[in-house]
């Protein structure tokens, strides 16, 4: 749980001092997408790994 809220602070921290509403927008919307794109990544990873996927 201290980690979740220590990832929590870094990421509100980071967008704290942003001054343009289209960028602070922006890098938000990115920043979700980066981390959505990363969890579909590691659901395949961990998908394959389970059905025995031959990584050769």
């Known amino acids: 749980m201290k ?5 929590k602070e870094i990421y509100l921290e980071g967008f704290r001092n942003l ?4 960028v602070q927008k922006y890098f938000k919307a990115f920043a979700w997408f980066s981390f959505i794109m990363f969890f579909v990544v590691l659901y395949a990873f961990i998908f394959r790994v389970y ?6």
């Open 19 to 22: 001054e343009n509403f289209i």
């Open 51 to 56: 059905t025995g996927f031959a990584f050769d």
């Open 3 to 7: 980690t979740a809220l220590l990832i």
